[in-house]
């Protein structure tokens, strides 16, 4: 059983695909991991998680992902302010790395999830 388990973002396009395929247009449900959501997610607020699961829909296979601040912001119908400081957060409390590029979008590192 244990050989069975997919990354979340990879499970979570499945997922979505499933309830497209389902509805016949575009559904925007996924499946979030009980334990992931219990256990990792500990101590993090409401906006933090959202950003987090954002991050990890966007990731590659190695944590990697550059979704621009207005993007997410627009995915999560909030304010970019509400996601860079959520995203401060995220990279405070370790779960996430930031990496500056300029004049480009910042990379993001996924830190200790399975991508």
Known sequence: MEGTFKPL???AKEQLAKFERRAGKK?????????????DLEGLGPSERCV????????DRE?????SLRTMARQLSVN??????A??????????????RRGRFNSYILNGHSC
Request: charged fraction near 25%.
């Open 52 to 59: 987090l699961i954002s991050l990890k829909l966007h990731a």
């Open 80 to 85: 970019p302010k509400t996601i860079l400081r």
């Open 27 to 39: 559904s925007w449900w996924i499946r979030i991991p009980k334990k992931w959501w219990l256990n």
């Open 63 to 67: 944590g990697k992902c550059f979704p």
């Open 9 to 11: 973002n990879e499970f």
């Open 87 to 100: 995203v401060k957060k995220l990279e405070t409390k370790g779960h996430i790395k930031v990496v500056v």
